[in-house]
Nanobody, 115 residues
Framework: QVQLVESGGGLVQPGGSLRLSCAAFGFNFSSYAMSWYRQAPGKERELVAT????????HYIDPVKGRFTISRDNAKNTLYLQMNNMEPEDTAVYYC????????WGQGTQVTVSS
């Protein structure tokens, strides 16, 4: 059974940093691309970043380029999102995601950027 469990969210001041983690269970983690999405209050869920199965290819949306880094440790079946120089606009629930014939989502972790 596929399961994705996020952790690492919290409250951070503008300009601060957080690292999110997503532990994956129930599938061959290294064989699948993984993504982080986020959903801000009153907005649609949006893709933030994607990483290939081996980790060599990454993609980011423009608002986070140069500030966020997606990475993975296939030995630990864990996905990461390092977020630096954070802005209030980064406030959202962040979700881990993968696709294996169907979409799988984690439960989400709240990130709040505020002074």
């Amino acid at each position: 059974q596929v399961q994705l469990v996020e952790s690492g969210g919290g409250l951070v001041q503008p300009g601060g940093s957080l690292r999110l983690s997503c532990a994956a269970f129930g599938f061959n983690f290294s064989s699948y691309a993984m993504s982080w999405y986020r959903q801000a209050p009153g907005k649609e869920r949006e893709l933030v970043a994607t990483i290939s199965g081996a980790g060599g290819i990454t993609h980011y949306i423009d608002p986070v380029k140069g500030r966020f880094t997606i990475s993975r440790d296939n030995a630990k079946n864990t996905l990461y999102l390092q977020m630096n120089n954070m802005e209030p606009e980064d406030t959202a629930v962040y979700y881990c995601y993968t696709y294996r014939a169907v979409r799988y989502w984690g439960q989400g972790t709240q990130v709040t950027v505020s002074s």
